[in-house]
């Protein structure tokens, strides 16, 4: 049996071209600038692995090409067709940042995975996103998504780049979104709630658990719907809280005021302590949603109180005779300070008629203005008592039709009836 021995291949000067398309021969090449280089401009050493049948017109073959560096290794590969033509490949390697021209897929029927580690001990293994189509200040450049810890809080956090806008205005090295360790999320600020965001926010419908079954010592609302009264409303300018990252940032951001409605958490917790909240920061916060059982039940309770007033004024209404009004009646009613205007009687009337009315003596300017049915006031008769009163009118002062009569208090309309004149 015969024995095939290894070739023995020394090359002292590999050869120069100018075109790494135009290769055909097996063989050992170096190019300065060439044609159809993996990188343009740029030194490459390389191996050309022929077809055995190849010729100049028949350029199937294997290429291997390295380029010149003192520093980073970077090599490439490709396969060449009929006419030499190829797709550089580059070969990743661990040393220095690697560039892929293309799609990457990790196939493995057990567990498919990307690890990436970073060097800093804060910042730890970053993945980085970039669309340099986005020039626009509030558009992001590159976002960059780190697995956090340190000064930046433990957390997942996505922060947007954009190379053109830092001191314009727009998006500039923000955290965007903040996934802490223990499950909090933050959107714009670095979270200390299940979810906190730096900002406003818009929903359809806004629910909450509130199934009897998940409640124990359940009691009414007595005291506390009393207590509401004690709340002072406010108007003011407010500026959101600080988000956590302004340690970070050697550039202070204006933080922006808007006007706004509510109550100070301060005030409130005298009050009602179970509505306010405080953060990790030290920054109070309003459960204003809580506030809504208590003013029901508040409104309920005026409810009843006016009702229970509507039925007082009727019956003493009802109680009255007009020309013998007892004051003692207002006075043990608690009605004493509501001025009122009776029905005049008779009505209709043709000669003449008495319209009873009830003045506080509180009251510091009462008037009586007839109107005819057009609205053209016809008289005005002044009243200069407190208390109970009749005030007569004679028919011979008008012409017969319908009127209309209001009490008038310091300018306030008090109530208005109607009375007919017949002849």
């Known amino acids: 049996m015969g024995t095939t021995e290894a070739q023995r291949v020394l090359v002292n000067r590999p050869n120069l071209i100018a075109n790494w398309n135009d290769l055909?021969?097996?063989?050992?090449?170096?190019?300065?600038?060439?044609?159809?280089?993996?990188?343009?401009?740029?030194?490459?050493?390389?191996?050309?692995?022929?077809?055995?049948?190849?010729?100049?017109t028949y350029r199937y073959g294997g290429q291997i090409a390295i380029r010149s560096s003192n520093t980073l290794p970077?090599?490439?590969?490709?396969?060449?067709?009929?006419?030499?033509?190829?797709?550089?490949?580059?070969?990743?390697?661990?040393?220095?940042?690697?560039k892929i021209n293309g799609g990457l897929e990790i196939t493995d029927p057990h567990e498919a995975s990307i690890k990436i580690?970073?060097?800093?001990?804060?910042?730890?293994?970053?993945?980085?996103?970039?669309?340099?189509?986005?020039?626009?200040?509030?558009?992001?450049?590159?976002?960059?998504?780190?697995?956090?810890?340190?000064?930046?809080?433990?957390?997942?956090?996505?922060?947007?780049?954009?190379?053109?806008?830092?001191?314009?205005?727009g998006i500039c090295n923000n955290p965007m979104l903040i996934l802490n360790d223990d499950g909090n999320v933050g959107i714009g600020r670095a979270p200390s709630y299940k979810l906190d965001v730096n900002g406003t926010i818009r929903v359809n419908a806004t629910i909450y658990p509130s199934d009897e079954r998940l409640k124990s010592n359940i009691k009414p609302l007595f005291e506390e719907k009393d207590k509401l009264?004690?709340?002072?409303?406010?108007?003011?300018?407010?500026?959101?809280?600080?988000?956590?990252?302004?340690?970070?940032f050697s550039e202070k951001k204006k933080n922006e005021e808007f006007p706004e409605y509510g109550f100070l958490a301060q005030e409130l917790k005298e009050v009602f302590p179970d509505l306010v909240f405080q953060d990790s920061a030290g920054y109070y916060s309003v459960n204003y949603v809580g506030l809504i059982p208590i003013i029901v039940e508040a409104l309920k309770a005026q409810r009843l109180e006016i009702e229970k007033q509507h039925e007082q004024i009727k019956q003493l209404v009802k109680l009255m005779d007009i020309k013998s009004i007892n004051e003692d009646?207002?006075?043990?009613?608690?009605?004493?300070?509501?001025?009122?205007l009776l029905q005049n009687t008779p009505n209709p009337f043709n000669e003449v008629t008495e319209i009873g009315y009830f003045i506080p003596e509180t009251v510091k300017k009462a008037d009586i203005y007839i109107y005819d049915i057009n609205g053209f006031q016809?008289?005005?008769?002044?009243?200069?008592?407190?208390?109970?009163?009749?005030?007569?009118?004679?028919?011979?002062?008008?012409?017969?039709?319908?009127?209309?009569?209001?009490?008038?208090?310091?300018?306030?309309?008090?109530?208005?009836?109607?009375?007919?004149l017949t002849r």
């Open 229 to 248: 009264y004690l709340l002072q409303g406010k108007s003011y300018k407010k500026t959101l809280p600080p988000t956590g990252f302004e340690e970070l």
């Open 24 to 56: 055909w021969q097996s063989g050992f090449y170096d190019s300065d600038n060439a044609a159809n280089s993996p990188e343009p401009s740029q030194w490459f050493w390389g191996v050309n692995l022929g077809h055995r049948s190849n010729s100049s």
């Open 74 to 98: 970077v090599m490439y590969f490709r396969s060449t067709n009929v006419n030499g033509v190829g797709t550089w490949a580059r070969i990743l390697h661990n040393v220095g940042t690697q």
């Open 329 to 340: 009646v207002f006075r043990e009613s608690g009605i004493e300070s509501i001025p009122l």
């Open 378 to 420: 016809q008289r005005n008769i002044s009243i200069f008592e407190r208390g109970k009163g009749v005030t007569t009118l004679q028919a011979s002062a008008l012409r017969a039709g319908i009127y209309f009569y209001t009490l008038i208090c310091d300018g306030k309309p008090v109530d208005t009836k109607q009375m007919i």
């Open 117 to 169: 580690t970073g060097s800093s001990s804060e910042l730890g293994g970053r993945l980085i996103l970039e669309n340099t189509t986005k020039n626009n200040p509030y558009q992001a450049t590159r976002w960059h998504i780190f697995n956090m810890t340190g000064a930046y809080g433990n957390a997942l956090q996505f922060w947007a780049y954009n190379d053109y806008s830092c001191g314009s205005g």
